[in-house]
């Protein structure tokens, strides 16, 4: 069954630095992977979506990367802002009909 | 507005209760799933559908049930709801290939 991990599990940043967030999975045998968005006691919010023979996507201050044959994805955000501040969850879709979430990462961005 | 829409957003109700969270998608897609999510286990599927009158378990299974008599309605029902179902429960869809979810707002629900 596939596992997801996101490292680390909680960060803090003073505004303005890039950063990176990680995610790792088991199975490489994915379809693709998303990368979502959570405001507190909000719902999801998918902010990018690679596919497995995708090596990376980008989204204004976003970029995402996958390597699917290490089992990882990063997130790389640019210039960090306050409202960045969130939970950051990474998702990888394994067959048809599931995906599988890591716990996810709580960034908060110090003004 | 593309969207998935879940009612109600919160909800409290008594031990044995029966309770029916609705979830509606406008945008034609034919997988609808629904989710658990509980602080250090993150997001579980409960139940998934892949077109109307297809359903099928998903990993935490027991407790709920759930149709799909429309291509756009995807009820979770708790016939008899219990405190460990107490959770925030989302709703997502997405169109048959290899396309992203989309995920409703969430309803947190509490059973006492």
């Known amino acids: 069954k596939q596992e997801v991990t996101q490292i680390p599990a909680a960060l803090s940043v003073p505004e303005g630095e890039n950063l990176v967030l990680n995610c790792s999975f088991t199975?490489?045998?994915?379809?693709?992977l998303q990368w979502f968005r959570q405001d507190p006691g909000k719902g999801l919010t998918s902010l990018l979506l690679?596919?497995?023979?995708?090596r990376e996507q980008t989204s204004g201050r976003l970029n995402a990367s996958l390597d699917k044959s290490s089992g990882r994805s990063t997130l790389y955000i640019a210039a960090s802002q306050p409202g960045d501040s969130a939970t950051y969850l990474c998702a990888a879709r394994t067959g048809a009909n599931n995906l599988f979430f890591g716990t996810g990462t709580r960034l908060t961005v110090i003004p | 507005e593309a969207q998935v829409t879940q009612n109600p957003r919160y909800l409290i109700t008594v031990t044995g209760k029966k309770l029916t969270v609705t979830c509606s998608q406008n945008m034609n897609h034919e997988y609808m799933s629904w989710y658990r999510q509980d602080p250090g286990l993150g997001l579980r599927q409960i139940y998934y559908?892949?077109?109307?009158?297809?359903?099928d378990k998903g990993d935490v299974p027991e407790g709920y049930k759930v149709s799909r008599k429309e291509k756009r309605n995807f009820p979770l029902i708790l016939e008899s709801p219990s405190p460990n179902q107490t959770s925030l429960y989302f709703c997502a869809s997405r169109r048959t290939g290899s396309y992203g979810y989309t995920f409703g707002s969430g309803t947190r629900l509490t059973v006492v």
């Open positions: 199975d490489s045998a994915i379809y693709n």
């Open positions: 690679i596919q497995s023979s995708q």
């Open positions: 559908s892949m077109n109307v009158e297809v359903t």
